[in-house]
């Protein structure tokens, strides 16, 4: 009269689900963090016994509107601060820089390039961005003409 109960299958499936679910989420995060860690560029310290310092040169942002301006001074590897009395919104104009362009500076990390601005046709919405947002550094002219 009595039926025989799956009771004890049932229950052993519904006590695996959970160990399931956990092994697939710590696969999931092991993978996720993998990607991440993929995605991270290495920064690498120069070699100490190196004497050769890296040169760049600085490029001409004059008539370039702001964002373009900053963002090809970043490309560049340069840092950047806007001075006087127009900030930094993306659609201001930049009027002069300094150091002058083609300027030969020593890679100190991000030497910095201050740039002073004109007004821009476009309205001057939201937050002004007066500095480079990463930071920068002290500005070391090459002081050697032969040097690279």
């Not at 050769?52 to 340069?78: H, I, M, N, Y």
């Not at 890679?107 to 007004?119: E, K, Q, Y």
């Amino acid at each position: 009269m009595f039926e025989r109960s799956d009771a004890r299958g049932v229950t052993r499936h519904i006590l695996t689900l959970p160990r399931l679910t956990a092994v697939a989420a710590a696969g999931l995060l092991v993978s996720a963090t993998i990607s991440l860690a993929a995605d991270k560029p290495v920064a690498h310290k120069p070699a100490a016994h190196s004497a050769k310092r890296q040169v760049l040169v600085v490029p001409d942002v004059r008539g370039q509107v702001f964002v373009f301006a900053s963002g090809a001074l970043e490309d560049g590897g340069f840092g950047w601060k806007v001075r006087g009395s127009i900030h930094g919104y993306p659609a201001n104009v930049v009027s002069a820089q300094q150091p002058k362009p083609g300027t030969r500076v020593i890679d100190t990390g991000a030497p910095t390039i201050t740039v002073w601005l004109s007004r821009g046709n476009a309205p001057e919405l939201g937050r002004p961005q007066d500095r480079s947002p990463y930071g920068a550094s002290l500005i070391r002219r090459l002081r050697h003409a032969h040097s690279r």
